[in-house]
């Protein structure tokens, strides 16, 4: 075998973690439990994590053995090795990466918080940090759920004490939203997150590229809302395809043309569409094209009970309370001709892969990486690094079957189900949406066969159904991501029968979650099958193939012979359909992200300067320089010297009972600058003297400042999710979507800058400050 240079290195890294462990195995338990504080105090003396990680890792296999009775295998530390080395180790289902992490995790651990193992959902959170957690205090090193349990109360959990903890077990979502609640806060008592040190994600393709794409989103106060969205759903709905708009070769965009641009100006008698003046009205007609053409009722929405309910892509499920952003949710109600519901505003926002980003270190582990190996290059800087498995894998892969139809192709699967049943050996059938698992159900309820149906909406249940998928004459029907991280061990005689029959009925947006389903069987040497069962008409060979397939399906639907030989054009008719919209989706990601990056620089940007304010001991010095730059600005933008101009200023931002009498000659651009500079400073002093303490005027000059750049931000963050929504769409003109997007949401940056510097003013003098007989005050800002 021809080993690569790093690989060659973490084997010599591990051979040495192997003997050393037979040194600390030699150790009582608390000599062994020393060891935590003897490697602490080496990382206060200046050793890096790299230096200690022979160390460290011995001294947690030799805990994970006495604790859990479980010896890490060799494998396992090569894997954890990798994980120190900006690796995602790819290790198959079964090979134990719960268990490997313990190692990383430990190592990181050390150095308190700020450390996180990240898992698909939150049953698999809690769980790994209750069981995986007794090794790392037993190590005497604290670790937390970072996310309430199924049933619990969200609102229930001690933010203070998990992310105070060295270690916390978490979900994507569960960190991203406390990330952003954490910048919403008012002061640094209720900011709670130390950092971000450490990341190891857990089924790390399933958070670095399934879930990519979904931002998180914090929604708050309500937008005015709009009445354009019937016009311009009644407008969209007159154009026509080809003439008036076009569909992107892979039909997951649209724009208009040219022509259609004008059409629309004639209906609306209006010029300049594309201009600033009709910017609301223009994204109203994208979002109403965009719902009129690409969303397709049933598919990506159902309309129940008078209200959208969106579809998940990858399983059918429907998505209860979520909605769409920036306008789109209400543009599908308008398209069905629902009642429009009212629209909220952004607050916070943020992508995974900002979120991830933002690690000063990151690891992953998944059973299946390789084939996406160049985008977590590309996107996160991670290499992917194989392990092999402990013990030969000898599960038998079979090649597709390909039919025309997709009932022809359900009754073979159906009988392929039926034969292994009557031997007694386990099948597990996963389907791609859950109205096919229901279908799949329906048919085996027919043939009188019993069997499982993972419909559950707790992932503790799916869980339990499917860690018993491999009992024996087991029948289990799930859709393609239920369960994951769950181990489905072969009950005793199911090896004789074969081991676990993996059965898909379709294959999924791409091979790496088909591998996924496969990995299902096979785990640790045992035996398996995995067979998948294809048509022309499954979702992914519709959506994504050339014409003549569906003139082929069409002619050929009612036909006797159904199956089709996988030779000729048939061959690679599936591949091909999976990877051009592996191709589209990728592309997307490589959207989001680069629109993220634009979003990021600002955010963190705003964030960095909240923290400042919220930690500041005076802030005088601040209130000064932004007295300064407003003044600065106000002349910068009024060039001509206008008596009105100035007056008008003055009374809207500084002072309402100013006299017009007691402005003076201000002829020189400079004298202006100066006059209006001392005439805030007088007025800031003036409040100042309403509140004589001194933490009381910082106190009230903290909570005025940050107020002032909350509001602007939140505006902020509106306009660029609805400005994304818009460039995406503004291609026509032979523009770079990105780049325009760039520019504009650099220029409305500096405008917001400077709106929250005048807001601050404004905060400060335009306040009212109430005493309440307990001396506390009330601040009421206009
Ligand atoms: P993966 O996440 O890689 O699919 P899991 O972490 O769920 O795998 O582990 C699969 C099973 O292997 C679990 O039952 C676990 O207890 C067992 N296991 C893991 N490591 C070891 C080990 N070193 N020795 C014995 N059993 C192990
Ligand atoms: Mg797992």
Not at 280 to 298: F, G
Not at 532 to 553: C, G, I
């Amino acid at each position: 075998m021809k080993l690569s240079l790093s690989s060659r290195r973490y084997r010599r890294i591990t051979k040495r973690i192997i003997k050393r462990r037979e040194y600390f195995a030699t150790l009582s338990d608390t000599n062994l439990q020393a060891q935590t504080g003897k490697l602490r105090a080496q990382i206060n003396s200046g050793s890096t994590l790299k230096d200690i990680m022979v160390d460290a890792y011995a001294v947690v296999c030799v805990a994970d053995e006495r604790v859990l009775g479980l010896a890490p295998f060799d494998n396992q530390i090569l894997g954890a090795v990798a994980m120190e080395f900006n690796n995602i180790v790819e290790m198959k289902t079964g090979e134990g990466k719960t268990l490997t992490a313990t190692m990383p995790m430990y190592l990181h651990g050390l150095t308190g918080p700020g450390n996180f193992l990240i898992t698909a959902n939150s049953y698999l959170a809690n769980r790994d940090a209750e069981q995986m957690g007794r090794v790392y205090r037993w190590l005497g090193l604290t670790v937390m759920p970072g996310v309430a349990a199924e049933g619990q109360d969200d609102n229930q959990r001690d933010r203070q004490a998990i992310y105070a903890a060295d270690i916390v077990y978490t979900t994507n979502s569960g960190l991203g939203f406390d990330y952003l609640f954490d910048n919403l806060a008012a002061n640094p008592t209720e900011q709670f997150l130390h950092g971000f040190s450490f990341a190891l994600l857990d089924e790390a393709d399933a958070v670095l590229l399934d879930t990519a794409s979904t931002p998180l989103i914090i929604s708050g106060a309500p937008r005015v809302q709009s009445n354009l969205y019937g016009m311009a759903d009644q407008m969209v709905k007159l154009l026509d395809e080809d003439r008036d708009y076009e569909r992107s070769e892979d039909t997951k965009n649209v724009w208009f043309t040219a022509d259609g641009i004008q059409r629309m100006e004639r209906f609306f008698g209006i010029t300049g569409l594309l201009g600033e003046h009709y910017a609301d009205l223009y994204r109203h007609l994208v979002l109403a094209l965009r719902a009129n053409v690409l969303l397709v009722r049933n598919r990506n929405y159902v309309v129940e009970n008078g209200e959208i309910i969106l579809l998940d892509r990858a399983n059918g499920r429907q998505l209860q309370g979520m909605k769409m952003q920036a306008g789109m949710h209400q543009a599908v109600e308008a398209k069905e001709h629902l009642h429009i519901t009212q629209e909220q505003r952004s607050m916070a926002s943020i992508t995974y892969q900002s979120l991830f980003r933002m690690f000063h270190q990151l690891a992953g582990m998944t059973g299946t990486a390789k084939t996406d190996a160049d985008e977590f290059l590309e996107t996160y800087r991670l290499a992917v690094y194989t392990v092999p498995t402990h013990k030969p894998m000898i599960r038998d892969d079979l090649p597709d079957k390909l039919y025309v139809t997709n009932t022809a192709k359900l009754m073979a699967a159906l009988d392929v189900v039926k034969r292994a049943h009557a031997n007694q050996r386990p099948v597990l059938v996963e389907t791609g949406s859950l109205s096919l698992s229901n279908l799949f159900s329906r048919l085996l309820l027919r043939e009188g066969i019993p069997h499982n149906l993972l419909n559950a909406r707790s992932a503790a249940k799916e869980a339990k159904i499917v860690a018993e998928a491999g009992n024996m004459g087991a029948v289990t029907v799930a859709t393609s991501m239920a369960g994951r991280g769950t181990d489905i061990r072969l009950a005793d005689g199911v090896v004789e029968k074969g081991g676990l029959l993996v059965l898909g009925t379709e294959r999924m947006d791409n091979p790496r979650i088909d591998n996924q389903l496969r990995g299902r069987a096979g785990r640790q040497g045992d035996p398996g099958t995995s067979i998948f069962f294809t048509s022309l008409e499954d979702t992914v060979v519709q959506e994504n193939s050339p014409r003549w397939v569906a003139k082929y399906r069409e002619r050929h639907a009612s036909r006797r012979q159904q199956q089709l030989r996988l030779r000729g054009r048939f061959k690679g008719v599936v591949n091909a359909a999976q990877k051009r919209l592996m191709v589209s989706q990728r592309a997307s990601r490589f959207q989001t992200l680069q629109y993220g990056e634009v979003f990021r620089i600002q955010r963190e940007s705003i964030y960095r300067t909240r923290n400042r304010v919220m930690n500041s001991q005076n802030l005088d010095a601040s209130v000064q320089r932004v007295i300064h730059n407003v003044a600065a600005d106000y002349v910068q933008q009024h060039p001509q010297y206008q008596e009105a101009d100035i007056l008008d200023f003055i009374y809207q931002n500084v002072d309402s009972d100013f006299l017009p009498s007691a402005l003076p000659q201000l002829g020189r651009p400079q004298e202006r600058v100066v006059y209006l500079e001392q005439l805030i400073k007088d007025r800031i002093q003036r409040k100042r003297q309403q509140l004589p303490a001194n933490d009381q005027w910082q106190y009230f000059q903290r909570v005025a400042i940050l107020k002032a750049i909350d509001n602007a931000w939140i505006d902020q963050v509106d306009n660029l999710e609805s400005l994304q929504a818009i460039t995406n769409n503004r291609s026509l003109a032979q523009h770079n979507p990105i780049y325009e997007y760039q520019m504009e949401s650099q220029r409305s940056y500096g405008v917001m800058r400077g709106k929250v510097k005048l807001n601050i003013v404004r905060n400060l003098l335009q306040s009212v400050l109430v005493m309440k007989p307990d001396g506390s005050i009330d601040l009421q800002f206009a």
